[in-house]
Nanobody, 123 residues
């Protein structure tokens, strides 16, 4: 399983970005997918998670009301729409996947990881 995260960049506070996580080598519809982020000097933290069919979603408190996770299984892609971005959202964002019918939220529950995409929010 290969995951490719993209869509990061530099944005002003209050702006928006859409991250993409594209999978290859698998039928992505069998996999739960999560987004995590790691800011400089901090531990990696959960952001949002979506079940294999998209019917169950969990957000971290920091993402609720501002971020939306979605998936297009036909395109083997999961998205993270991020609105009302704040400087504290600055981090490397990673997508991860695991073949399961559950909805994992812990980093340790995911088997496959993308390389990360940097999001920088200026004040």
């Amino acid at each position: 399983v290969q995951l490719q995260a993209s869509g990061g960049g530099l944005v002003q506070a209050g702006g928006s970005l859409r991250l993409s996580c594209a999978a290859s080598g698998v039928t992505f519809s069998n996999y739960a997918v999560g987004w995590f982020r790691q800011a400089l000097g901090k531990e990696r933290e959960s952001v949002a998670h979506i079940s294999y069919y998209g019917g169950r979603i969990v957000y971290a408190d920091s993402a609720k009301g501002r971020f939306t996770i979605s998936r297009e299984n036909a395109q083997n892609t999961v998205y993270l729409q991020m609105n009302s971005l704040k400087p504290e959202d600055t981090a490397v964002y990673y997508c991860a996947a695991v073949r399961t019918v559950r909805l994992p939220v812990l980093e340790s529950e995911y088997d496959y990881w993308g390389q990360g995409t940097l999001v920088t929010v200026s004040s």
